[in-house]
């Protein structure tokens, strides 16, 4: 045998002992097929939960505005109920003077009636 066969030979054996066997080679497959089912089953779940804290965050704030549209409802009529009631008092009040003035006016005229005869 010369030197360059005993090279190639070499070589072949090398060669030859770094591949991996073909079952070996399977089983990393199905292997890592199944870790990535698990781990695309995990990113899924969550996903999903990164989606119900979304959709109850979104809940929360939508609730949240309902409520203060509401508060900031009763607040304007709460307001609107006062400022009724002040000019209903201020109607009745100018209601009264006109009346009195009235009367005053009747009185008046009754005295000059009395004092012209």
Known sequence: MNV???????????IAGCSPDPKQNNIDINALSERNTVEETALENER???????EKNLQSVVENQVFDNEK???????????KTKTQLLKAQKLERLLAEEALLESAKSRADDLVSQ
Do not use: G, P, R, Y
Request: without cysteine; hydrophobic residues 55%.
């Open 4 to 14: 360059s066969t005993i090279k190639i030979s070499l070589v072949m054996l090398l």
């Open 48 to 54: 999903q939960a990164k989606m119900e804290l979304f």
């Open 72 to 82: 900031a409802l009763l607040e304007d009529v709460d307001n609107l109920q006062s």
